[in-house]
C-alpha cells in the first residue's frame, strides 16, 4: 500500500518561505512521477509542480515559476516543493501525489495521479 505524508505547512506572512515535503513509502518510486497540487477554499484543486522520478525533469506551473521549486532525494524516497516570495493567494492546501504511469515528463492532470497524501495547510497572510 502506497502512503504519502506531507509535513511542512503552516502560517507565515507574505514574502516569507516554507519547505513542504513529502515521505513516500509502500513502494519503488524510480519509475513514477511525484506531483504537487494545491486547493484554495472554494476553488478547483489546480496543478503545482511535478517531477519524474527517473528522469529529474520537472514542471511547474506558471503562476509559481520562479518562486516555487521542485526536488526529489531518490534514497529517501521524499519529495519537496521549497516554497519562496510566498503571496496571499498561494494561500490553500497542498497535496503530494505520485503518478504511477508517468514518464520522461511529469503530467500535470490530476486524474492521472493514483494516490495522494493527506494534505498540508499553507495559509499566507498579508
Known amino acids: 500500500q502506497v502512503q504519502l505524508t506531507e509535513s511542512g505547512g503552516g502560517l507565515v506572512q507574505a514574502g516569507a518561505s516554507l519547505r513542504l515535503s513529502c515521505a513516500a513509502s509502500?513502494?519503488?518510486?524510480?519509475?513514477?512521477?511525484m506531483g504537487w497540487f494545491r486547493q484554495a477554499p472554494g476553488k478547483e484543486r489546480e496543478f503545482v509542480a511535478a517531477?519524474?522520478?527517473?528522469?529529474?525533469?520537472?514542471d511547474h506551473a506558471d503562476s509559481v515559476k520562479g518562486r516555487f521549486t521542485i526536488s526529489g532525494d531518490n534514497a529517501k524516497n521524499t519529495v519537496y516543493l521549497q516554497m519562496n516570495s510566498l503571496k496571499p493567494e498561494d494561500t490553500a492546501v497542498y497535496y503530494c501525489?505520485?503518478?504511477?504511469?508517468?514518464?520522461?515528463?511529469?503530467?500535470?492532470?490530476?486524474?492521472?495521479?493514483?494516490?495522494w497524501g493527506q494534505g498540508t495547510q499553507v495559509t499566507v497572510s498579508s
Open positions: 517531477i519524474s522520478w527517473s528522469t529529474g525533469i520537472t
Open positions: 501525489a505520485a503518478d504511477l504511469a508517468a514518464g520522461v515528463f511529469p503530467r500535470r492532470l490530476g486524474q492521472l495521479y493514483a494516490y
Open positions: 509502500g513502494h519503488t518510486f524510480s519509475n513514477y512521477g
